[in-house]
């Protein structure tokens, strides 16, 4: 065996064992797309997706994407540099008009996206500070500035959502530049981050302030613009980088900002220069979903935040713990690896899908099931999924009340 061979081999006996006592809930094969799809052969109710409002099967978005193809085909094979069409152009405009930007442009996703920003715009008089909670791309985006020797930022970590230690990472900072990274919602926690506070802080110390509002495009603020939006920093934000994958329904990765560095960015960024161009079906499909958030936005996110509020006013009712949350993502914790792994297994055997986050995904200690609430769940569908949650929960102790401690361990 070569050393790559011993390397798999040695780390790979956690996930066999996972598997041979069926609880290993990964890379599940999905027979169907949507909210309402078929799993092994069975119906189920997808409580894990991002497609927060239902609109990734609606058919007047599937007929775009079909007649993209016709006219475009599959794929572009190539990258943006010498595969833009005018389906791309035209969405870029509508959407740095719809957020309130000058100007956008569209990477092949929102983590190339997010690494391409800060690897452009890094060098060796920035700083970049960090929520200690955020994203792998916002991670990974600052660990691939900092790894390359004639950038070399400086990175530093501020506590979660706390404005106090981000001034002090600020005030402390040993480079003249500053580019704060945060997110409007935390994926996890679904948990907004104080925007308007940190806008303070960052103008206070000339620092440049980076939103990854993926989660919050299309469930936060009136028209669903996200956080800026709903907290009325609209012109106080310099950058925002939001995605297709959630609400609208696809891949990709939304850039928005000044024209002047939008312009920087599309020709310094190598995750957008050296990538295949992001498919016109999608960009089809994601130009149809913005038609309808133009016209009906309200609508559709208020009935978003309707259900959230009846699922979570049940949840907690019934004694669960939601952690942080004060979104339609509300983590049920069960702070424990097997309660979490067995409690996804049963619901999932009785027709519910929510994927639990164990380590690394989360500390030890903040195991949880991914609830995600979405538009195009119906009142049914919570309702089996909180009756079963009641049933699992008094099973493996997970509510709030007597609680026997962690489970035995036959696994580590």
């Not at 193809?69 to 035209?90: I, K, M, N, P, Y």
């Not at 916002?138 to 660990?143: S, Y």
């Not at 936005?297 to 949350?325: C, I, T, W």
């Amino acid at each position: 065996m070569s050393w790559i061979d011993e390397k798999a081999d040695k780390w790979l006996p956690l996930i066999r064992q996972a598997r041979e006592q069926q609880v290993y809930p990964l890379f599940r094969p999905y027979e169907t797309g949507g909210i309402h799809s078929v799993l092994y052969g069975k119906p189920v109710v997808n409580f894990s997706s991002n497609d927060y409002l239902g609109l990734t099967t609606h058919p007047k978005v599937k007929e775009a994407a079909k007649l993209a193809v016709d006219r475009f085909a599959c794929g572009l094979s190539s990258s943006r540099v010498q595969a833009t069409t005018t389906a791309h152009v035209e969405l870029e405009e509508r959407l740095a008009k719809w957020f309130g930007f000058e100007s956008c442009v569209l990477f092949t996703t929102g983590y190339q996206a997010m690494v391409g920003t800060i690897q452009s715009l890094s060098d060796r008089d920035t700083t970049l500070v960090l929520d200690n909670l955020s994203h792998a791309c916002i991670l990974d985006g600052a660990f691939l500035a900092a790894g390359v020797p004639t950038a070399a930022p400086e990175v530093r970590y501020f506590n979660h959502n706390s404005a106090k230690s981000l001034e002090r990472c600020l005030k402390t900072r040993q480079r003249k530049n500053a580019l704060v990274l945060m997110e409007g919602i935390y994926s996890l926690d679904g948990d907004r981050a104080p925007l308007p506070e940190f806008v303070e802080v960052c103008e206070r110390y000339d620092a440049v302030l980076l939103c990854d509002d993926a989660h919050g495009t299309g469930t936060l603020g009136k028209n669903g613009t996200g956080l800026i939006e709903e907290t009325g920093m609209q012109g106080k934000v310099p950058i925002v980088i939001s995605t297709f994958s959630k609400t609208f329904g696809g891949i990709g990765g939304i850039l928005l900002a000044k024209n002047d560095v939008v312009e920087y960015v599309k020709h310094n960024a190598r995750s957008f220069m050296f990538s295949a161009s992001l498919p016109v079906p999608i960009v089809a499909a994601a130009s149809t979903i913005l038609d309808m958030m133009e016209s009906e936005g309200p609508a559709l996110v208020q009935e978003l935040h309707e259900k959230s509020a009846y699922m979570r006013k049940n949840l907690l009712q019934l004694g669960f713990d939601l952690g942080k949350s004060d979104t339609h993502i509300m983590p049920v914790m069960c702070r424990d690896r097997r309660k979490a792994l067995f409690m996804h297994v049963a619901l999932l055997e009785s027709g519910v899908f929510m994927i639990p986050i164990i380590y690394p995904g989360c500390k030890e200690g903040e195991e949880r099931l991914r609830l995600n609430v979405t538009r195009g769940h119906t009142k049914e569908d919570m309702d089996q999924a909180l009756e079963l949650l009641d049933t699992y929960g008094k099973v493996f102790y997970v509510q709030s009340g007597e609680d026997l401690g962690p489970m035995e361990e036959n696994w580590s």
